[in-house]
Protein backbone atom coordinates (compact mmCIF):
# COMPACT_ATOMS: atom_id res chain seq x y z
CA UNK A 1 0.00 0.00 0.00
CA UNK A 2 1.29 3.29 -0.65
CA UNK A 3 1.24 6.57 1.39
CA UNK A 4 2.17 9.51 -0.32
CA UNK A 5 -0.65 11.21 -1.63
CA UNK A 6 -1.31 13.62 -4.95
CA UNK A 7 -1.55 17.00 -4.42
CA UNK A 8 -5.23 18.41 -4.62
CA UNK A 9 -7.40 15.38 -3.11
CA UNK A 10 -9.93 16.20 -0.43
CA UNK A 11 -9.71 14.80 2.78
CA UNK A 12 -12.15 11.80 2.11
CA UNK A 13 -10.19 11.25 -1.16
CA UNK A 14 -7.27 10.78 0.42
CA UNK A 15 -8.82 8.66 3.07
CA UNK A 16 -9.69 6.22 0.02
CA UNK A 17 -6.98 7.12 -1.83
CA UNK A 18 -4.75 5.69 0.88
CA UNK A 19 -6.01 2.33 0.99
CA UNK A 20 -5.05 1.90 -2.62
CA UNK A 21 -2.32 0.67 -4.58
CA UNK A 22 -0.51 3.10 -6.96
CA UNK A 23 1.39 0.72 -8.84
CA UNK A 24 -2.12 -1.05 -9.52
CA UNK A 25 -4.39 1.94 -10.69
CA UNK A 26 -6.16 0.89 -14.45
CA UNK A 27 -4.63 2.68 -17.17
CA UNK A 28 -7.94 3.35 -18.92
CA UNK A 29 -11.27 3.89 -17.34
CA UNK A 30 -14.39 4.25 -18.87
CA UNK A 31 -17.54 5.88 -17.62
CA UNK A 32 -21.22 4.75 -18.49
CA UNK A 33 -22.86 8.18 -17.34
CA UNK A 34 -26.61 7.81 -16.25
CA UNK A 35 -29.52 8.64 -14.55
CA UNK A 36 -29.07 12.49 -15.05
CA UNK A 37 -33.12 12.24 -15.63
CA UNK A 38 -33.71 10.37 -12.67
CA UNK A 39 -32.37 12.95 -10.50
CA UNK A 40 -34.24 15.52 -12.10
CA UNK A 41 -37.51 13.61 -11.41
CA UNK A 42 -36.61 13.41 -8.14
CA UNK A 43 -36.59 16.46 -7.18
CA UNK A 44 -39.59 17.49 -9.67
CA UNK A 45 -37.39 19.34 -12.10
CA UNK A 46 -37.10 19.15 -16.11
CA UNK A 47 -34.75 16.66 -17.05
CA UNK A 48 -32.11 19.14 -18.47
CA UNK A 49 -31.67 20.32 -14.77
CA UNK A 50 -30.02 16.99 -14.43
CA UNK A 51 -27.64 17.23 -17.29
CA UNK A 52 -26.55 20.45 -15.85
CA UNK A 53 -25.69 19.17 -12.65
CA UNK A 54 -23.63 16.24 -14.47
CA UNK A 55 -21.62 18.55 -15.46
CA UNK A 56 -20.52 19.03 -12.41
CA UNK A 57 -20.28 15.91 -11.83
CA UNK A 58 -17.81 15.60 -15.01
CA UNK A 59 -15.96 18.17 -13.89
CA UNK A 60 -15.28 16.72 -10.14
CA UNK A 61 -14.31 13.05 -11.51
CA UNK A 62 -11.81 14.44 -14.56
CA UNK A 63 -10.48 16.51 -12.02
CA UNK A 64 -9.62 13.40 -9.76
CA UNK A 65 -8.79 11.37 -12.50
CA UNK A 66 -6.03 13.82 -13.80
CA UNK A 67 -4.86 14.26 -9.95
CA UNK A 68 -3.79 10.55 -9.12
CA UNK A 69 -2.64 10.32 -12.61
CA UNK A 70 -5.18 7.88 -14.18
CA UNK A 71 -3.44 8.21 -18.32
CA UNK A 72 -7.03 7.66 -19.92
CA UNK A 73 -10.29 8.22 -19.30
CA UNK A 74 -13.49 7.68 -21.59
CA UNK A 75 -16.81 9.37 -20.81
CA UNK A 76 -19.93 8.04 -22.67
CA UNK A 77 -21.53 11.36 -22.88
CA UNK A 78 -23.83 11.30 -26.02
CA UNK A 79 -24.88 8.10 -27.68
CA UNK A 80 -26.16 7.69 -31.06
CA UNK A 81 -29.25 6.27 -29.97
CA UNK A 82 -29.94 9.52 -27.66
CA UNK A 83 -29.77 11.53 -30.35
CA UNK A 84 -32.33 9.84 -32.40
CA UNK A 85 -34.69 8.77 -29.23
CA UNK A 86 -34.80 12.36 -27.39
CA UNK A 87 -36.75 15.20 -27.60
CA UNK A 88 -35.62 17.73 -29.75
CA UNK A 89 -35.76 20.30 -27.24
CA UNK A 90 -33.84 17.93 -24.81
CA UNK A 91 -30.86 16.88 -27.84
CA UNK A 92 -30.57 20.73 -28.69
CA UNK A 93 -30.10 21.60 -24.61
CA UNK A 94 -27.11 18.91 -24.55
CA UNK A 95 -25.84 20.23 -27.90
CA UNK A 96 -25.57 23.86 -26.27
CA UNK A 97 -24.20 22.21 -22.77
CA UNK A 98 -21.23 20.47 -24.50
CA UNK A 99 -20.45 23.64 -26.42
CA UNK A 100 -20.85 25.53 -23.00
CA UNK A 101 -18.80 23.00 -20.97
CA UNK A 102 -15.49 22.60 -24.27
CA UNK A 103 -15.35 26.43 -23.67
CA UNK A 104 -15.30 26.80 -20.34
CA UNK A 105 -13.26 23.87 -19.33
CA UNK A 106 -10.19 24.28 -21.67
CA UNK A 107 -8.19 26.73 -19.62
CA UNK A 108 -8.81 23.78 -16.30
CA UNK A 109 -7.87 21.11 -19.14
CA UNK A 110 -4.99 22.96 -19.65
CA UNK A 111 -4.11 23.57 -16.00
CA UNK A 112 -4.37 19.79 -15.45
CA UNK A 113 -2.36 18.90 -18.21
CA UNK A 114 -5.18 17.06 -19.79
CA UNK A 115 -5.85 16.27 -23.61
CA UNK A 116 -9.19 16.19 -25.15
CA UNK A 117 -10.37 13.55 -28.05
CA UNK A 118 -13.61 11.96 -29.21
CA UNK A 119 -15.07 9.15 -30.40
CA UNK A 120 -18.21 8.83 -32.03
CA UNK A 121 -19.66 9.54 -35.87
CA UNK A 122 -18.72 13.14 -34.93
CA UNK A 123 -19.66 14.53 -38.61
CA UNK A 124 -23.42 13.88 -37.86
CA UNK A 125 -23.23 16.39 -35.10
CA UNK A 126 -24.22 20.10 -35.87
CA UNK A 127 -21.70 22.28 -37.41
CA UNK A 128 -20.86 24.61 -34.67
CA UNK A 129 -20.38 22.07 -31.96
CA UNK A 130 -18.29 20.18 -34.27
CA UNK A 131 -16.21 23.45 -34.96
CA UNK A 132 -15.94 24.02 -31.27
CA UNK A 133 -15.23 20.65 -30.65
CA UNK A 134 -12.22 21.26 -33.28
CA UNK A 135 -11.42 24.36 -31.03
CA UNK A 136 -11.16 22.79 -27.56
CA UNK A 137 -8.66 19.44 -29.17
CA UNK A 138 -6.68 21.79 -30.51
CA UNK A 139 -6.20 24.00 -27.62
CA UNK A 140 -5.37 20.82 -25.62
CA UNK A 141 -3.31 19.07 -28.27
CA UNK A 142 -0.18 19.42 -26.34
CA UNK A 143 -0.77 18.30 -23.09
CA UNK A 144 0.58 15.51 -22.48
CA UNK A 145 -1.03 14.17 -19.18
CA UNK A 146 -4.40 11.80 -18.63
CA UNK A 147 -6.12 11.43 -22.19
CA UNK A 148 -10.05 12.67 -21.59
CA UNK A 149 -12.18 10.71 -24.66
CA UNK A 150 -15.55 12.13 -24.94
CA UNK A 151 -17.87 9.59 -26.37
CA UNK A 152 -20.40 11.92 -28.79
CA UNK A 153 -22.80 10.27 -31.03
CA UNK A 154 -21.25 7.32 -30.43
CA UNK A 155 -22.28 3.48 -30.86
CA UNK A 156 -20.01 0.46 -30.67
CA UNK A 157 -21.48 -1.55 -33.27
CA UNK A 158 -21.30 1.75 -35.82
CA UNK A 159 -17.66 1.80 -34.44
CA UNK A 160 -17.17 -1.88 -35.45
CA UNK A 161 -18.86 -1.31 -38.86
CA UNK A 162 -16.58 2.20 -39.47
CA UNK A 163 -13.70 -0.10 -38.87
CA UNK A 164 -14.31 -2.82 -41.21
CA UNK A 165 -15.18 -0.01 -43.99
CA UNK A 166 -11.97 1.02 -42.82
CA UNK A 167 -9.78 -1.68 -43.24
CA UNK A 168 -11.32 -2.45 -46.87
CA UNK A 169 -10.24 0.77 -47.54
CA UNK A 170 -7.24 0.98 -46.84
CA UNK A 171 -6.35 -2.62 -48.83
CA UNK A 172 -8.14 -1.51 -51.71
CA UNK A 173 -5.70 1.63 -51.31
CA UNK A 174 -2.98 -0.63 -50.97
CA UNK A 175 -2.40 -3.04 -53.60
CA UNK A 176 -5.81 -4.67 -53.71
CA UNK A 177 -8.52 -6.91 -52.16
CA UNK A 178 -6.92 -9.35 -51.95
CA UNK A 179 -4.45 -8.14 -49.55
CA UNK A 180 -7.07 -7.72 -46.85
CA UNK A 181 -6.17 -9.60 -43.57
CA UNK A 182 -8.59 -9.47 -40.76
CA UNK A 183 -7.11 -10.51 -37.63
CA UNK A 184 -7.67 -8.89 -33.99
CA UNK A 185 -4.69 -6.69 -34.16
CA UNK A 186 -6.19 -5.23 -37.49
CA UNK A 187 -9.74 -4.67 -36.20
CA UNK A 188 -7.97 -2.77 -33.16
CA UNK A 189 -6.43 -0.72 -35.18
CA UNK A 190 -9.01 0.44 -37.01
CA UNK A 191 -11.57 1.39 -34.42
CA UNK A 192 -11.61 4.42 -32.96
CA UNK A 193 -9.98 4.35 -29.90
CA UNK A 194 -6.61 2.69 -31.93
CA UNK A 195 -4.33 5.33 -29.62
CA UNK A 196 -6.05 4.22 -26.27
CA UNK A 197 -5.73 1.20 -24.22
CA UNK A 198 -8.57 -1.32 -23.76
CA UNK A 199 -9.96 0.23 -20.66
CA UNK A 200 -9.41 -2.10 -17.32
CA UNK A 201 -12.35 -1.01 -15.67
CA UNK A 202 -16.29 0.09 -16.90
CA UNK A 203 -17.98 2.07 -14.23
CA UNK A 204 -21.79 2.83 -15.01
CA UNK A 205 -23.92 4.84 -12.46
CA UNK A 206 -27.10 4.56 -11.80
CA UNK A 207 -27.35 1.10 -10.61
CA UNK A 208 -28.37 -0.19 -14.38
CA UNK A 209 -26.41 -3.30 -15.49
CA UNK A 210 -26.08 -2.68 -18.97
CA UNK A 211 -23.35 -1.98 -21.67
CA UNK A 212 -25.47 -0.63 -23.65
CA UNK A 213 -23.44 -0.41 -27.01
CA UNK A 214 -20.37 1.43 -25.26
CA UNK A 215 -16.87 0.12 -26.49
CA UNK A 216 -18.29 -3.63 -26.94
CA UNK A 217 -14.68 -4.31 -28.35
CA UNK A 218 -13.10 -2.85 -25.81
CA UNK A 219 -14.25 -3.75 -23.07
CA UNK A 220 -14.14 -7.74 -23.68
CA UNK A 221 -12.08 -8.12 -19.97
CA UNK A 222 -12.79 -4.87 -18.32
CA UNK A 223 -13.75 -5.24 -14.68
CA UNK A 224 -17.57 -3.54 -14.16
CA UNK A 225 -18.28 -1.74 -11.13
CA UNK A 226 -21.63 -0.52 -11.35
CA UNK A 227 -22.43 1.97 -8.46
CA UNK A 228 -26.70 2.82 -7.12
CA UNK A 229 -25.37 6.96 -7.45
CA UNK A 230 -26.39 8.58 -10.19
CA UNK A 231 -24.49 10.58 -12.22
CA UNK A 232 -25.09 14.29 -11.10
CA UNK A 233 -24.17 12.88 -7.44
CA UNK A 234 -20.80 10.99 -8.74
CA UNK A 235 -17.77 12.96 -7.79
CA UNK A 236 -14.24 12.23 -7.62
CA UNK A 237 -14.59 10.06 -4.62
CA UNK A 238 -16.66 7.80 -6.04
CA UNK A 239 -13.97 7.20 -8.72
CA UNK A 240 -11.84 5.73 -6.24
CA UNK A 241 -14.10 3.72 -4.41
CA UNK A 242 -14.43 1.99 -7.78
CA UNK A 243 -10.96 1.92 -8.24
CA UNK A 244 -10.53 0.13 -4.50
CA UNK A 245 -13.35 -2.46 -5.61
CA UNK A 246 -11.51 -3.06 -9.27
CA UNK A 247 -8.31 -3.75 -6.76
CA UNK A 248 -10.15 -6.58 -4.77
CA UNK A 249 -10.72 -7.92 -8.15
CA UNK A 250 -8.36 -10.77 -9.22
CA UNK A 251 -8.24 -10.35 -13.18
CA UNK A 252 -7.96 -13.67 -15.14
CA UNK A 253 -8.51 -13.04 -18.97
CA UNK A 254 -9.47 -16.36 -19.21
CA UNK A 255 -6.77 -18.06 -17.56
CA UNK A 256 -6.99 -19.90 -14.62
CA UNK A 257 -6.58 -18.19 -10.87
CA UNK A 258 -3.07 -18.45 -8.99
CA UNK A 259 -4.02 -21.33 -6.47
CA UNK A 260 -5.65 -23.24 -9.38
CA UNK A 261 -3.17 -22.94 -12.08
CA UNK A 262 -0.46 -23.74 -9.10
CA UNK A 263 -2.83 -26.94 -8.51
CA UNK A 264 -2.90 -28.05 -12.07
CA UNK A 265 1.17 -27.61 -12.63
CA UNK A 266 1.58 -30.12 -9.41
CA UNK A 267 -1.02 -32.57 -11.05
CA UNK A 268 0.82 -32.58 -14.29
CA UNK A 269 4.36 -33.52 -12.72
CA UNK A 270 5.61 -36.49 -12.96
CA UNK A 271 5.17 -38.92 -9.74
CA UNK A 272 8.79 -39.70 -8.13
CA UNK A 273 8.41 -42.96 -6.52
C1 LIG B 1 -27.75 9.90 -18.98
O1 LIG B 1 -28.80 10.27 -18.13
C2 LIG B 1 -26.97 11.04 -19.42
C3 LIG B 1 -26.91 11.54 -20.70
C4 LIG B 1 -27.62 10.97 -21.82
C5 LIG B 1 -26.15 12.72 -21.05
C6 LIG B 1 -24.85 12.87 -20.36
C7 LIG B 1 -24.51 14.30 -20.27
C8 LIG B 1 -23.92 14.89 -19.23
C9 LIG B 1 -23.45 14.17 -18.04
C10 LIG B 1 -23.69 16.34 -19.18
C11 LIG B 1 -22.86 16.87 -20.28
C12 LIG B 1 -21.61 16.14 -20.53
C13 LIG B 1 -20.48 16.75 -20.89
C14 LIG B 1 -19.28 15.96 -21.24
C15 LIG B 1 -20.39 18.19 -20.90
P1 LIG B 1 -30.27 9.97 -18.58
O2 LIG B 1 -30.86 11.22 -19.11
O3 LIG B 1 -30.31 8.79 -19.50
O4 LIG B 1 -30.92 9.61 -17.18
P2 LIG B 1 -32.15 8.66 -16.89
O5 LIG B 1 -31.73 7.27 -17.31
O6 LIG B 1 -32.32 8.78 -15.40
O7 LIG B 1 -33.32 9.19 -17.66
Known sequence: MQHKVPAGLDHKETEVYRHLDSARLPKHIAIIMDGNGRWAKR?????????????????????????????????????????????????????????????????????????????????????????????????????????????????????????????????????????????????ARHLYTRHLP??????RTSGEMRLSNFLLWQLAYAEIYVTPTLWPDFRGLHLLEGISEYQKRERRYGGLNHGEAHAHAEAALPVHK
Not at 70 to 78: R, S
Not at 198 to 203: E, G, T
Open 43 to 187: RHLPRVAGHRAGVTAVRSTVETAARIHIPALTLYAFSEENWKKRPKGEVDFLMRLLSRYLKAEVPTLNKNNIRLEYIGRQHELPDDVQERMAWAREATANNTGMVLTLALNYSARSELVDAFRSMVNAASQNGGIEHLRIDEDAV
Open 198 to 203: DPDLVV
